[in-house]
């Protein structure tokens, strides 16, 4: 054998030894076949000496070659230990048979029913108690006293005390079939207790350890939306302030402006250019009125709400997003579908969230269509579809995960939020893209139904989603 292929077959061995080693019955047969392996060779080592440090053998020649025979079984039963396996593991009690017949003849052909090698009866009875069943040791235990009954037999009784050695010979191997049969098993429950112990360690260990990442990662998502939340106050707030301001001016100039137009014999140049400072200051005016009224501080309260309305009203809020202007957004929401049950506000910032996604993914003179249809006779589709560069299907499994975001400077909760919000108005988000033609987002929410137009308040909102503001 070449040194190459003396180092394959020792890889083969380690790797069976360590796949062997995964599970607690071999790993037992494994611990078990180490003891065997050495009770083995301790025999033949042990028979060769009595061999040579003894006189008066039937047939020396006889027994050295018997025990040339073990060494060569225990030669094989030793590569196949060291391969994780064990040799004639499917015939226990063929290997026992022979075992018996193999004790016996070495007996007979040393110094008969008085030799020393009636007591490897005894090694291999607890070889077999070690490595199987107590019903296999048993099995082996009845091999063994017949072969010494037979030698008995053969070679003949000289007296009582040979007889009352025999009986004693047969009760020890009867004691040691039992007791190491015994210390097997308890042996091999402790092993497998332990590894059931152990396993539900780890099971405790992994569903530790999968609870504390998912505390901490819901911890996280609630710090953000706070520190998102204050932020958006804030801004309220300030925008609140400013529109304050700018009012008070704004009025005081509009007075002035209705006192010069009232003036008598004025020309026309003077008229038209008072005419387009006060058009001019009711556009200033609407703007404001559009800052306080996206300022305010967010609803908690479900209504009946007309999807058209709330469109409309973000239509008019995206006017002021630069990048706007250069998309085409058509809007085709009819203002007779039935109404749904929502809190506006969450509502509004679930389209507004949609619409700059769809403006952030699209190029200039990009297509955004919003649409609204009866899905069936009580629920509503929402439908918002834009023609941009659509989602990578390797990003489409993780939309609506918190956190994710293929936005340079996005924070990766608009989606997010804006399924969570569907999933508590009771309704559902998904969405169909086509990398490089386009994504469509479909909402679907129950309508309210025509015998309860009454305005719905009081409703249980989750605490988490209260005063949510537009998250990009």
């Excluded at 009866?374 to 659509?390: A, E, P, V």
Aim: proline letters at 3%; a positive charge.
């Amino acid at each position: 054998m070449s040194i190459t292929n003396l180092r394959q077959f020792w890889k083969h061995i380690a790797q069976a030894a360590r796949v062997a080693a995964t599970n607690p019955a071999n790993r037992w047969e494994l611990a078990a076949g180490r003891i065997i392996v050495r009770i083995r060779w301790f025999g033949i080592v042990m028979g060769y000496l009595l061999v040579e440090s003894r006189s008066g053998l039937a047939n020396p020649s006889a027994v050295r070659a018997f025990l040339a025979l073990g060494a060569g079984y225990a030669s094989l039963d030793t590569a196949w230990h060291l391969m994780g396996e064990v040799f004639f593991k499917r015939l226990p009690l063929v290997v026992s048979l022979l075992e018996a017949v193999f004790i016996g003849l070495l007996c007979y052909h040393d110094t008969g029913v008085g030799s020393p090698f009636r007591w490897y009866y005894l090694l291999s009875l607890i070889c077999v108690a070690i490595r199987y069943s107590p019903r296999v040791a048993w099995a082996s235990w009845c091999f063994d006293a017949f072969s010494l009954g037979l030698l008995a037999a053969a070679v003949g009784l000289s007296g009582e005390n040979q007889k009352t050695e025999i009986v004693m010979t047969v009760v020890m191997m009867a004691w040691a079939t039992w007791a190491s049969s015994a210390l097997a098993g308890l042996l091999k429950s402790a092993i497998f207790e332990s590894d059931r112990l152990n396993q539900e360690l780890r099971n405790s260990s992994d569903e530790l350890e999968a609870r504390v990442s998912e505390r901490s990662a819901a911890l996280r998502l609630a710090q953000a939306r706070v520190i998102h939340q204050e932020k958006m106050a804030a801004f309220g707030l300030l925008s609140a302030g400013i529109a304050h301001e700018i009012g008070n001016p704004m009025a005081a100039i509009s007075s002035l402006i209705q006192i010069l137009r009232r003036r008598k014999n004025q020309d026309e140049y003077t008229s038209e250019k008072l005419g387009l400072i006060d058009s001019q200051l009711q556009r200033i005016s609407r703007t404001v009125r559009e800052l306080v009224k996206f300022s305010r501080p967010a609803t908690e309260v479900v209504n009946q709400i007309i999807v058209a309305d709330v469109v409309d009203e973000a239509l008019e809020i995206l006017k002021y997003y630069q990048r706007t202007g250069h998309r085409q957004i058509q809007n085709h929401v009819e203002r007779d579908l039935p109404a749904i049950r929502a809190i506006r506000d969450h509502l509004m910032q679930l389209i507004l969230n949609l619409v700059f996604n769809a403006i952030d993914a699209t190029m200039e003179k990009g297509l955004i269509l919003i649409e609204a249809q009866m899905q069936s006779s009580t629920r509503l589709q929402l439908k918002i579809t834009d023609n941009g560069r659509g989602i990578r299907l390797v990003d489409q499994c993780r939309m609506f995960q918190p956190y994710f975001t293929t936005k340079p400077n996005g924070t990766g909760l608009g989606l997010y939020v804006c399924h969570q919000i569907v999933a508590d108005l009771g309704g559902t988000m998904r969405f169909e893209s086509t990398e490089g033609a386009g994504t469509t987002f479909y909402l679907e929410f129950p309508v309210v139904s025509e015998f309860r137009q009454a305005e719905i308040s009081g409703v249980a909102v989750d605490p988490l989603i209260r005063n949510r503001a537009m998250v990009p």
